[in-house]
């Protein structure tokens, strides 16, 4: 049970460190994946 606590906070610690990085590729998949339903819909009305 130790050890899955302790890799959890290294875990958490990771997320924590690098959240700005996380949210910005997050927010270019989801433009990527608006710009191709937008580009499909426009396409093939």
Do not use: C, E, K
């Not at 290294?10 to 910005?24: A, K």
């Amino acid at each position: 049970m130790q050890l899955v606590m302790d890799g959890y906070r290294g875990l958490s610690l990771l997320v924590r460190l690098n959240w700005d990085t996380l949210f910005t590729v997050g927010t270019v998949i989801v433009g990527l994946l608006a710009g191709a339903f937008l580009g499909s819909a426009i396409v093939h009305p």
